[in-house]
């Protein structure tokens, strides 16, 4: 990648990123992303009953809404390792923050990688450190390519925004490709802003944005014992701080929504093994609940999926599908199209499962399901299933 394409951080962000070899040695596995003033912090994580120390670490250091860090690791997820992987993760954010100079609350602990091992301290907490050390050493793109596991890619992105006279941005990064799944889709995002916001405002933002980004996407049906959002406003960019009633907010929101969902899109490319981009659209339903209920079903069946992978215009696995979902609907008012072909009338074959096998090759694809029953609709993101993902997941404590 040019230095030309590495997105500009937002003004007083430094990065920092370094090797712990926490898996494995040869590749960066640390990394820092800091704010060279207080910021409001927001978050969204895992609803999974089974949580990582660093999240159940995060989840109570948000309710102050304030934080100046975040330390993230890949190559180990410090989830089942009980009461010392709790003081593990603190042990990290005050190492850092002793270097720093701030207080340890205001550093966010973030990990992801394999389930159950203890985190290799005598090489991280020297590696941490050094990390806080070289402040601002770093670009987004260390940080992005320090935080993937079996990505095949770094994921970023930005957008200048106007906010009442003043241009301000917005930066993200993800890292995700397997083990995709609401609610939340492992899986871990920051996004970092210059934009003055009210607590009550950021924390809302991010609630709405990952659930019509992040929480609409599924790569393999499991969700992590690690996800996690987090948002930093620092307000360098000088503005009045936003609220929900600000005349500038429905600008930064949907700023913010857009590459939110850029994200996860990009997440969904990236799908372990995956070569087709789905996106399944379920409309005419009873409720957006059984809207998003039906797309739901669609995009997690294994069969759906391998058929997409295999070019066959299979309808009657998404007919299935539906039916077990859980929505009642009529099979006999149900139409379904491949992009614009459409496979199914009122419940019937059309025999334009030829027609419907040339789209397939496309490596991105629209499944539309009408169901005829009302007016609400929903969208999820998904992909294929191929042989790539069976050999990534079984070889992946390897």
Same mark, same amino acid.
């Given at each position: 990648?040019?230095?030309?394409?590495i997105p500009p951080a937002p003004k007083g962000f430094l990065?920092?990123?370094?090797?712990?070899?926490?898996?494995?040695?040869?590749?960066? /596995?640390?990394?820092?992303?800091? &704010?060279?003033?207080?910021?409001?912090?927001?978050?969204?994580?895992?609803?999974? %009953?089974?949580?990582?120390?660093?999240?159940?670490?995060?989840?109570?250091?948000?309710?102050?809404?304030?934080?100046?860090?975040?330390?993230?690791?890949?190559?180990? #997820?410090?989830?089942?390792?009980?009461?010392?992987?709790?003081?593990?993760?603190? &042990?990290?954010?005050?190492?850092?923050?002793?270097?720093?100079?701030?207080?340890?609350?205001?550093?966010?602990?973030?990990?992801?990688?394999?389930?159950?091992?203890?985190?290799?301290? /005598?090489?991280?907490?020297?590696? =941490?450190?050094?990390?806080?050390?070289?402040?601002?050493?770093?670009?987004?793109?260390?940080?992005?390519?320090?935080?993937?596991?079996?990505?095949?890619?770094?994921? *970023?992105? $930005?957008?200048?925004?106007?906010?009442?006279?003043?241009?301000?941005?917005?930066?993200?990064?993800?890292?995700?490709?397997? *083990?995709? =799944?609401? +609610?939340?889709?492992?899986?871990?995002?920051?996004? *970092?802003?210059?934009?003055?916001?009210?607590?009550?405002?950021?924390?809302?933002?991010?609630?709405?944005?990952? +659930? $019509?980004?992040?929480?609409?996407?599924?790569?393999?049906?499991? *969700? &992590?014992?690690? /996800?996690?959002?987090?948002?930093? =406003?620092?307000?360098?960019?000088?503005?009045?701080?936003?609220?929900?009633?600000?005349?500038?907010?429905?600008?930064?929101?949907?700023?913010?929504?857009?590459?939110?969902?850029?994200?996860?899109?990009?997440?969904?490319?990236?799908?372990?093994?995956?070569?087709?981009?789905?996106?399944?659209?379920?409309?005419?339903?009873?409720?957006?609940?059984?809207?998003?209920? #039906?797309?739901?079903?669609?995009?997690?069946?294994?069969?759906?999926?391998?058929?997409?992978?295999?070019?066959?215009?299979?309808?009657?696995?998404?007919?299935?599908?539906?039916?077990?979902?859980?929505?009642?609907?009529?099979?006999?008012?149900?139409?379904?199209?491949? %992009? +614009?072909?459409?496979?199914?009338?009122?419940g019937l074959t059309t025999n334009r499962d030829a027609e419907?096998?040339?789209?397939?090759?496309?490596?991105?694809?629209?499944?539309?399901?009408?169901?005829?029953?009302?007016? =609400?609709?929903?969208?999820?993101?998904?992909?294929?299933?191929?042989e790539d993902y069976i050999r990534i997941n079984a070889e992946?404590?390897?």
């Open positions: 990648m040019r230095k030309s394409d990065f920092s990123a370094v090797e712990a070899a926490i898996k494995k040695p040869g590749r960066k /596995d640390l990394a820092l992303i800091f &704010s060279e003033t207080e910021t409001v912090m927001a978050g969204a994580f895992t609803t999974n %009953n089974v949580k990582a120390a660093p999240v159940r670490a995060c989840m109570k250091q948000i309710a102050s809404g304030a934080g100046r860090a975040i330390i993230v690791n890949s190559g180990n #997820a410090n989830a089942c390792t009980g009461r010392q992987g709790l003081q593990d993760a603190r &042990s990290i954010c005050r190492t850092a923050a002793q270097r720093l100079g701030v207080s340890a609350s205001l550093v966010y602990p973030c990990s992801t990688g394999v389930i159950g091992s203890p985190l290799p301290m /005598d090489r991280i907490l020297p590696a =941490a450190d050094t990390l806080a050390r070289r402040i601002g050493s770093a670009t987004l793109l260390d940080v992005a390519r320090a935080i993937m596991t079996t990505d095949t890619f770094p994921k *970023m992105v $930005h957008r200048k925004v106007r906010v009442n006279g003043r241009t301000g941005s917005i930066a993200g990064i993800c890292k995700g490709a397997g *083990m995709i =799944a609401p +609610r939340m889709a492992t899986m871990l995002c920051f996004m *970092m802003t210059d934009v003055a916001v009210d607590g009550r405002a950021l924390s809302a933002l991010v609630k709405d944005s990952v +659930r $019509h980004s992040f929480n609409r996407i599924t790569i393999d049906g499991d *969700m &992590s014992t690690n /996800d996690t959002v987090l948002a930093m =406003a620092n307000g360098l960019c000088g503005n009045k701080p936003l609220t929900r009633t600000s005349a500038g907010f429905a600008e930064f929101q949907e700023a913010f929504n857009r590459l939110m969902y850029d994200l996860s899109l990009l997440v969904v490319k990236d799908g372990e093994g995956a070569t087709k981009l789905i996106e399944v659209l379920v409309k005419g339903a009873r409720t957006t609940a059984d809207a998003e209920k #039906a797309a739901f079903a669609v995009a997690n069946s294994s069969l759906v999926k391998t058929a997409m992978y295999g070019n066959d215009a299979n309808w009657g696995r998404i007919m299935c599908s539906l039916g077990y979902s859980g929505v009642r609907f009529s099979e006999e008012k149900t139409d379904i199209y491949f %992009n +614009r072909v459409k496979v199914v009338k009122a419907a096998t040339a789209e397939l090759r496309s490596n991105e694809v629209r499944i539309t399901v009408d169901l005829h029953a009302g007016k =609400a609709s929903a969208q999820v993101l998904t992909c294929d299933f191929t992946y404590r390897s």
